[in-house]
């Protein structure tokens, strides 16, 4: 008897620091504009300053990028990063909430802060990627994306700019698949 068929992915979240804009420019201009996964990004930023990150792949993107607001409805074709100094955390209705609660691992906005709420509001149907960065946020908000049934990507650390991050990840979720940035943007196209 054949295995049953996957249901199909609905949603993507990627983690980032350290080299992130090179990365995510490796990957985000290059999707669809049917791309029809919605993406959340967090990128650390510094905060109290105005992000021109989201202006600057929407000029280069052909699927929609924008700044997370509160309460956002989550839509596919889209990209929404986090803003400076607000965690991005995803709802069990499928709609983005921003919070300014205390930094975690020194990061405000977290990658494990929207992993984990991600992870909880797609369980299966998730994929997480981490890129370059020079801390270990992320690692456990992948874990928790693994163990709800999702995917796991990391980018290969001899590739990134910064292999704390991607080393972090790889030891926490050693099943993850581990991609140069033309792998994990093949395998983003696949997943929808």
């Given at each position: 008897?054949?295995?049953?068929?996957?249901?199909?992915?609905?949603?993507?979240?990627?983690?980032?620091?350290?080299?992130?804009?090179k990365?995510?420019?490796a990957?985000?201009?290059?999707?669809?504009?049917?791309?029809?996964l919605?993406?959340?990004v967090?990128?650390?930023?510094p905060?109290?300053?105005?992000?021109?990150?989201a202006p600057?792949?929407?000029?280069?993107?052909?699927?929609?990028?924008?700044?997370?607001?509160d309460?956002?409805?989550?839509?596919?074709?889209?990209?929404y990063?986090?803003?400076?100094?607000y965690?991005?955390?995803?709802?069990?209705?499928?709609?983005?909430?921003?919070?300014?609660?205390?930094?975690v691992?020194?990061?405000?906005?977290?990658?494990?802060v929207?992993?984990?709420?991600?992870?909880?509001?797609y369980?299966?149907?998730?994929?997480?990627?981490?890129?370059?960065?020079?801390?270990?946020?992320?690692?456990?908000?992948?874990?928790?994306?693994?163990a709800?049934?999702?995917?796991?990507?990391?980018?290969?650390?001899?590739?990134?700019?910064?292999?704390?991050?991607?080393?972090?990840?790889?030891?926490?979720?050693?099943?993850?698949l581990?991609?140069?940035?033309?792998?994990?943007?093949l395998?983003?196209?696949?997943?929808?």
């Amino acid at each position: 008897m054949p295995a049953p068929a996957r249901k199909p992915y609905q949603a993507v979240v990627i983690g980032t620091s350290a080299g992130g804009l090179k990365a995510l420019s490796a990957i985000l201009p290059h999707l669809p504009a049917d791309y029809p996964l919605p993406i959340m990004v967090v990128i650390h930023v510094p905060p109290h300053r105005q992000s021109l990150i989201a202006p600057l792949f929407e000029e280069k993107s052909q699927i929609r990028v924008i700044e997370a607001e509160d309460k956002t409805p989550i839509e596919g074709a889209c990209v929404y990063f986090a803003p400076p100094d607000y965690h991005l955390l995803v709802e069990g209705n499928y709609e983005l909430s921003l919070s300014s609660e205390e930094p975690v691992l020194f990061s405000r906005p977290s990658i494990d802060v929207l992993f984990e709420t991600a992870a909880d509001a797609y369980g299966d149907g998730l994929i997480g990627v981490i890129l370059t960065g020079a801390n270990n946020d992320g690692a456990a908000g992948l874990k928790a994306v693994m163990a709800a049934g999702g995917a796991g990507f990391i980018q290969t650390p001899q590739s990134a700019f910064a292999r704390a991050m991607p080393e972090a990840a790889i030891e926490a979720c050693p099943s993850a698949l581990i991609l140069d940035l033309d792998d994990i943007l093949l395998e983003l196209k696949k997943a929808a």
